[in-house]
Nanobody, 132 residues
Framework: QVQLVESGGGLAQPGGSLRLSCVGSGFTFSHYSMIWARQAPGKGLEWVSGIYDDGTETFYEDSVKGRFTISRDNAKNTLYLQMNSLKPEDTAQYYC?????????????????????????WGQGTQVTVSL
């Protein structure tokens, strides 16, 4: 079946780094734009970053721009989020998701609803906690 599995979350100190991974299976990974989104305690779902199917275009939420880097290795069916200079406000459950239509960026450049229904596959999430 089509699925996404995130990993790499954990506890980091402010100013520290983590690298998240998202492995896709059951679909042609290289044909689809992807996103990272997050949900902090008591907050709604927030789009964080997006990337075109071939990795040639990337997009970032303003609060993470310059600190986070999205990338992908299509040969490994894997999406990454390198998170540097972490802040306590980055604490959240992080999810990856797949765009619905191949060969285009439907909403990968900056949108997610609170239901996430614009994307047709979501991972289970990985927890990132930034604290002393």
């Amino acid at each position: 079946q089509v699925q996404l599995v995130e990993s790499g979350g954990g506890l980091a100190q402010p100013g520290g780094s983590l690298r998240l991974s998202c492995v896709g299976s059951g679909f042609t990974f290289s044909h689809y734009s992807m996103i990272w989104a997050r949900q902090a305690p008591g907050k709604g779902l927030e789009w964080v970053s997006g990337i075109y199917d071939d990795g040639t275009e990337t997009f970032y939420e303003d609060s993470v721009k310059g600190r986070f880097t999205i990338s992908r290795d299509n040969a490994k069916n894997t999406l990454y989020l390198q998170m540097n200079s972490l802040k306590p406000e980055d604490t959240a459950q992080y999810y990856c998701a797949k765009d619905v239509h191949p060969g285009v960026c439907d909403y990968c450049s900056g949108y997610v609803s609170q239901t996430g229904q614009e994307y047709d596959v979501w991972g289970q999430g990985t927890q990132v906690t930034v604290s002393l």
